[in-house]
């Protein structure tokens, strides 16, 4: 028992040791196209960030609810992740252009982040989780994320990622508190990018029917390990 016990806490060090560099290197990549050396002006990278760094000014109104109203209506298939940006916008003395160019450095080791914790609940195992951080921190999660500035399908997958790991745990504990948070963050998903969502349904479904496959048509057990 203590000899598993040792393994588990040097595992779980070693984890530490790989997490904590990988997000801060997912960090790294989301501000080093804004270096000085490389980007002397100051030029935005990703293409949507005239966009987000738009539509934040234009969700300025003079009362709170009139800016919930306006982005529901406005931004229809987004506007919780828009509300994200404009209350980042209010509580910080930044600018529009400001918060939408610099918001993925605090996604990017949000994705890394959220990943380890959908890796670890469906394995539980230390290794998997720290490899998984290394994975998405070079991941095209964060490059492409990066290049096109899609900061409402980023945010989502962020969300998609905690999902899966309240989902998984769904099935293994089957208990209604995390089927509650797994419905709930589906729910948060579906008004922070409705596509990623509806790409979170398509897997969802996909999944149902190999299951049914395996279950009704090849007369295998389905489990989950």
């Known amino acids: 028992k203590n000899s ?4 588990s806490l040097i595992n779980s060090k070693i984890a530490a040791i790989l997490i904590i560099p990988s997000t801060v290197f997912a960090v790294f990549i989301a501000l080093y196209p804004y270096s000085p050396d490389l980007n002397p002006n100051g030029h935005h990278i990703g293409s949507d960030i005239p966009f987000y760094a738009e539509g934040i000014q234009d969700m300025h109104k003079e009362t709170f609810t009139e800016t919930i109203w306006y982005a529901f209506s406005k931004f229809k298939d987004r506007p919780l992740s828009m509300l994200i940006l ?3 916008w209010k509580a910080s003395s930044l600018s529009p252009w400001t918060v939408a160019m610099f918001f993925p450095a605090a996604l990017a080791p949000l994705t890394v982040l959220a990943a380890c914790l959908s890796a670890y609940a469906g394995n539980s195992n230390a290794t998997v989780t720290s490899l998984s951080a290394i994975f998405t921190a070079t991941s095209f999660h964060i490059t492409l994320g990066m290049l096109g500035g899609f900061i409402s399908n980023w945010t989502a997958m962020i969300f998609v990622y905690i999902f899966i790991g309240a989902y998984i745990k769904t099935i293994e504990k089957q208990k209604w508190s995390t089927a509650i948070l ?4 589906g729910a948060l998903i579906l008004f922070i990018h409705a596509y990623t969502w509806w ?3 398509g897997v969802m479904l996909t999944y149902l029917l190999i299951v049914c496959i395996e279950k009704f048509i090849l007369k295998k057990p389905t489990t989950l390990k």
């Open 182 to 185: 797994a419905a709930f963050i």
């Open 86 to 88: 404009y209350s980042t």
């Open 4 to 7: 598993n016990e040792n393994t």
């Open 199 to 201: 790409m979170l349904i």
